[in-house]
């Protein structure tokens, strides 16, 4: 019974690996070799030499030194290693070298990776395919469209909401500017005129609307209002951690608190105007949302005196003023929007005793409110 190929067991022969061969002309002849009593000749000068065990050994001629002696002293020997040297110095001199090997200047230039040339030349010296000066002036024309597109946009939608135009001019304000006007918050009671700058054109005297704060005192102002706002914040959080119960809510809640009523109190004049039928009164939203401010002022006057620990009669004391005095700058501030003067209201209208007598209650009921919006912001 035949056993199958795997289960014989015979091993298989060895491995044997090949005999080397040698080329069956004989090496060329080896160099002669110099003694050390001479002094002319040079190994680099020499034909080729061959060592004992049957390799070829070479030696490179000198940086400087002509290889044309070496040429001629090897032209009897064969070199079986060596490739042709036929137009060598043609093809050095296209890449940039000379017969020794050291770069030659303004011959030719060195190759560069393959395919990088032809990169170049699309990239720098020429053009894409499909693309021509044409294609490309369309292509930027239609970017600045669309920029344009979104700009005017941006501007018909976005400003009809926010205004940027009255915040900026409301934050437009000088050191001198900042000092009075808290000085006239604070102490109004000796400010004689109330009645604000009008702005008028240059060409035909027409009005064309009312000054800048940094160039009327009456205007208001948005720059006052932010600051203290944000110092009111800082101020409540510091007076809560000296009385040991801060934690980081109080941050949010007071400026939750401060804005709330800065917006109901905004709410309320423009429901008070529109129901009043004021027309024609001059006063944005921006101006009206900075009168609202001008109470934290006093505020944050209360509350340093509370830390301070005067005692209650002080802090009942600076309360009071500081209340009668913002109220009395509401009461002289937002004349002009509810009783608009005939000579520089853009509507003239007549109004009669009763239609004044209600405007008049009115203001006289914006200015009495600030007792309850600062004695709920005072307690912190």
């Not at 043609?90 to 990088?116: C, D, F, K, L």
Request: net charge positive; with cysteine.
């Amino acid at each position: 019974m035949a056993q199958p190929p795997y289960m014989s067991s015979r091993s298989p022969p060895p491995l044997q690996h090949p005999k080397p061969t040698h080329p069956a002309y004989p090496p060329p002849e080896p160099p002669h070799t110099p003694t050390g009593s001479s002094t002319t000749s040079s190994p680099y000068s020499q034909a080729q030499r061959i060592s004992q065990d049957g390799y070829i050994r070479y030696s490179s001629p000198p940086v400087g030194e002509s290889i044309n002696q070496n040429e001629n002293s090897n032209t009897s020997s064969f070199n079986a290693y060596s490739a042709p040297q036929q137009n060598s110095n043609n093809v050095n001199n296209r890449n940039g070298y000379n017969n020794i090997g050291t770069p030659v200047v303004g011959v030719g230039h060195a190759p560069g990776p393959q395919g990088y040339s032809n990169m170049n030349n699309n990239a720098f010296g020429g053009t894409w395919p499909g693309m021509n000066d044409a294609t490309a002036q369309m292509g930027v024309q239609f970017g600045k469209s669309a920029v344009a597109a979104g700009q005017d946009y941006v501007e018909k939608n976005f400003t009809r909401y926010l205004p940027l135009h009255l915040i900026k001019v409301s934050f437009s304000v000088t050191n001198s500017y900042v000092l009075n006007k808290l000085r006239l918050v604070l102490f109004p009671w000796r400010h004689k005129t109330w009645s604000r700058q009008i702005k008028r054109s240059t060409v035909d005297g027409a009005m064309e609307g009312w000054q800048a704060p940094r160039d009327d005192l009456n205007a208001p102002d948005l720059y006052i209002p932010t600051m203290a706002l944000v110092t009111y914040t800082l101020l409540s959080a510091l007076a809560s951690g000296l009385q040991s119960r801060f934690h980081p809510e109080v941050l949010g809640l007071s400026l939750s608190k401060s804005l709330a009523v800065v917006t109901l109190e905004f709410c309320a004049i423009k429901l008070g105007c529109y129901l009043l039928d004021v027309k024609g009164t001059g006063a944005s939203g921006v101006e009206l949302i900075g009168y609202g401010g001008y109470k934290f002022v006093g505020i944050i006057a209360v509350i340093i005196i509370n830390m301070l620990g005067f005692g209650r009669i002080i802090w009942w004391s600076s309360f009071i003023y500081t209340f009668g005095a913002n109220a009395f700058f509401l009461l002289r501030s937002l004349k002009y929007v509810l009783l608009p003067d005939a000579s520089v209201s853009t509507v003239t209208t007549t109004l009669s005793h009763s239609q004044r007598s209600r405007r008049v209650q009115f203001l006289f009921f914006m200015a009495m409110s600030q007792v309850i919006w600062m004695g709920w912001l005072s307690r912190v």
